[in-house]
């Protein structure tokens, strides 16, 4: 009964591959995020979904490439890893509301620590 | 990119002692979240703040969304070795976009 969960926990690879992240959430949430949490713990956000589609690109490189299936599923596909990509990345799910609604409260997964050597 | 500072940032405290930290920004926000993160983990939301002025307790934790609606608070009371992670303070920005503090580190000395 998870409430958000990510695929794979941990994800090790080599410089220039390509590697996808999968994120599910049960929560009936329509909208969708991915973080990206570096070495100092500064968590920044990537994208937001809503309703399956692209609201936010925090000016993320192209490489990256989010995916959402439907509002349950947030994937994401990097492309040509990098060095600099190694970090935890981290999807959320809210409902989506009006700003400073009640129900704007958003929930992490347990993150997917990326690796790339 | 955008983060809400966030102070102190680290505090080593011992057990039974009260703690406060606090996030301010120069924009205006709407609502205000409060998450720990223990090692390995993702963060978990303790507390979220609605109005100006409101203060919302959870437990322990008693959070305040400041009345400039530019700055939040977090007090725990009488701290225990479990609280001992890292506390984030969230801004809502716009209707799909939070910005997040840079960090509490909490140890608590038995």
């Known amino acids: 009964d998870t409430a958000v969960s990510q695929t794979p926990k941990y994800l090790v690879t080599q410089m220039g591959n390509d590697k996808s992240i999968k994120c599910e959430q049960n929560l009936g949430h329509d909208t969708m995020y991915w973080y990206k949490q570096d070495s100092k713990k500064f968590l920044k956000i990537m994208f937001s979904y809503n309703n399956k589609e692209l609201i936010i690109n925090e000016t993320v490189p192209n490489r990256f490439s989010p995916k959402s299936p439907d509002k349950a599923h947030l994937n994401l596909h990097i492309n040509s890893l990098e060095l600099g990509d190694s970090a935890v990345y981290f999807c959320?799910?809210?409902?989506?509301?009006?700003?400073?609604?009640?129900?704007?409260?958003?929930?992490f997964g347990p993150g997917t620590r990326l690796t790339v050597l | 990119g955008q983060q809400l500072n966030q102070s102190p940032q680290s505090m080593f405290i011992q057990e039974g002692e009260d703690v406060s930290m606090n996030c301010t920004s120069s924009?205006?926000?709407?609502?205000w979240l409060w998450y720990k993160q223990e090692p390995g983990e993702g963060p978990v939301l303790l507390i979220a703040?609605?109005?100006?002025?409101e203060l919302t307790s959870n437990g322990r934790l008693t959070a305040q969304f400041g009345i400039t609606r530019k700055d939040s608070f977090l007090n725990i009371s009488a701290s225990i070795p479990s609280d001992v992670g890292i506390y984030f303070c969230a801004g809502q920005l716009g209707t799909y976009k939070y910005i997040f503090g840079t960090g509490t580190r909490l140890k608590v000395l038995a």
């Open positions: 703040l609605y109005k100006a002025g």
């Open positions: 959320a799910s809210s409902h989506w509301g009006y700003s400073g609604g009640r129900n704007n409260e958003q929930f």
């Open positions: 924009s205006i926000f709407n609502t």
